[in-house]
């Protein structure tokens, strides 16, 4: 990140709409967590877990990511975890987050509900006053699980609905189609929360279409194989549906082969608004400058259409229409001068 296009990108002000927070749980941090909450691990070292981070596809990953996951038990945990988070953000220029949380990768193992929100909020909180940066949470419901587990979570949320903005759908997408979560985020919708949903990303074409039509979503998390239909791609196009991709991601599950073959620059022609994420950073070899500075180098992008990028970034997230015009003002400010 030290080259010119690193520099640039790292000064761009950029939002980030797809970042799962145990995502961003760093083999350092989950060593210190899992001393002092008592949990053995099964890797001897931080290098030995480290290494262990290769995968052939997105249940692979799942796999090592829950089981990480799994040594996050108090407060403190959560606090730490998304504080980490944020002091990353605030190096490289992030200046809204919209992050991912799983609370069912918790209550499952007996982590209260209250435990995991109030860490992470409190976090937040911190991050807006220490510098600037603000967020909102998505609430995740796993895909692998059935519905009534889903609306029983949404229940457990309800009374902390302040501090959640959306809910989303997360983990293994083959097999688990949209339309198995219809009564959820019906549910969700009446309640007020914005709707984002994972699709196409192992996943085909006809997922990203049920999540629109049977979901009622806003973005589209992923959305590589949208490209497969055309139709929908001009509905995407027509409708200005947002889609956060995700290029690390993609090459670490092997959804891409290389990044020289992402899809986003497709994607861009066709004229969707694309905006730039890391996912699950920890895992997959970069936070968001260096996914901007990955898929930048494989699709040649110019610092035009990085820009472009970064403005997507605003004006697809679910802030004010003022604040998302502040910060396109200063992207554009930034453009003239450079
Ligand atoms: N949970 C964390 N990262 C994910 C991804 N890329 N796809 C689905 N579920 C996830
Ligand atoms: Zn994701």
């Known amino acids: 990140m030290t080259t010119p296009l690193g520099k640039f990108i790292r000064h761009l002000p950029k939002a980030e709409l797809h970042l799962h927070i145990e995502g961003t749980l760093e083999p350092e941090l989950l060593f210190a967590i899992a001393a002092r909450n008592k949990i053995p691990l099964t890797y001897p070292s931080i290098t030995a877990l480290r290494d262990a981070y290769q995968f052939n596809d997105l249940q692979d990953f799942l796999d090592i990511y829950y089981r990480g996951a799994s040594v996050l038990l108090t407060e403190e945990d959560f606090y730490d975890l998304a504080l980490a988070y944020f002091t990353k953000a605030h190096e490289e220029n992030i200046r809204h987050a919209e992050i991912f949380f799983d609370p069912q990768t918790h ?16 976090a937040q ?26 609306l029983r979570t949404l229940d457990m949320a309800l009374p902390y609905k302040k501090w959640i903005a959306g809910i989303g759908l997360d983990s293994g997408e083959q097999g688990n189609p949209p339309s198995k979560f219809q009564a959820v985020y019906k549910r969700a919708a009446k309640e007020g929360f914005f709707l984002v949903a994972h699709a196409g990303e192992e996943g085909p074409a006809e997922y990203v279409t049920e999540a629109l039509d049977l979901l009622n979503v806003k973005r589209i998390d992923h959305g590589n194989h949208a490209l497969d239909d055309a139709a929908l791609v001009m509905r995407l196009r027509t409708q200005q549906i947002p889609l956060t991709v995700c290029p690390l991601s993609n090459l670490k599950l ?10 986003l620059r497709k994607m861009i022609d066709a004229g969707l608004l694309i905006t730039v994420n890391s996912d699950d950073p920890a895992y997959f070899g970069g936070y968001l400058s260096e996914n901007y500075c990955a898929i930048a180098e494989g699709l040649d992008l110019s610092h ?3 820009r472009q990028l970064a403005i997507n970034s605003f004006t697809a997230s679910f802030l004010e229409e003022d604040t998302k015009k502040k910060h396109i003002t200063e992207i554009n400010g930034l453009s003239m001068a450079n």
């Open 107 to 122: 209550t499952v193992r007996g982590v209260p509900f209250e435990t995991v929100i109030a860490g992470l909020h409190r």
């Open 304 to 306: 035009e259409e990085l």
């Open 254 to 263: 092997r959804v891409i082969a290389d990044l020289r073959e992402h899809p």
């Open 125 to 150: 909180v911190a991050a807006e006053k220490e510098w600037g940066i603000t967020s909102k949470l998505i609430m995740c419901f796993l895909r692998h699980l059935d519905e009534a587990d889903a």
